[in-house]
């Protein structure tokens, strides 16, 4: 299972890890919880739960981190920061690679 990942000391990003908690909605598994919703003629994933009514989460997109070595990550960004599609393109992504992508 995903989850929300903690501060990656050596790039400073927030990555999708594994490691989550399947089903118990609520505060314990907040970081747990991603959502697929539409995004203009396509969709992306975005962590923004809505399982716990008194925990306050800011909502996330869910883009591709790259590396100096070509590797591949799913990363946390602000939805102010970029949209979807600008971030996956500014990393030299081509948008029909990404579904191949998420299918690995």
Request: charged share 25%; hydrophobic share 40%; net charge negative.
């Amino acid at each position: 299972m995903w989850r929300f990942g903690q501060v990656d000391a050596a790039t400073g990003q927030r990555f999708v890890t594994t490691g989550g908690v399947q089903g118990n909605p609520g505060a314990g598994t907040i970081d747990n919880w991603f959502k697929i919703e539409r995004f203009e003629s396509a969709y992306k994933i975005v962590y923004c739960p809505t399982v716990c009514e008194s925990c306050e989460v800011e909502c996330k997109d869910v883009g591709i981190f790259l590396d100096d070595d070509r590797n591949t990550r799913f990363v946390f960004i602000s939805r102010l920061e970029s949209s979807f599609r600008e971030h996956v393109v500014s990393r030299g992504i081509p948008i029909s690679n990404l579904v191949h992508f998420l299918l690995l």
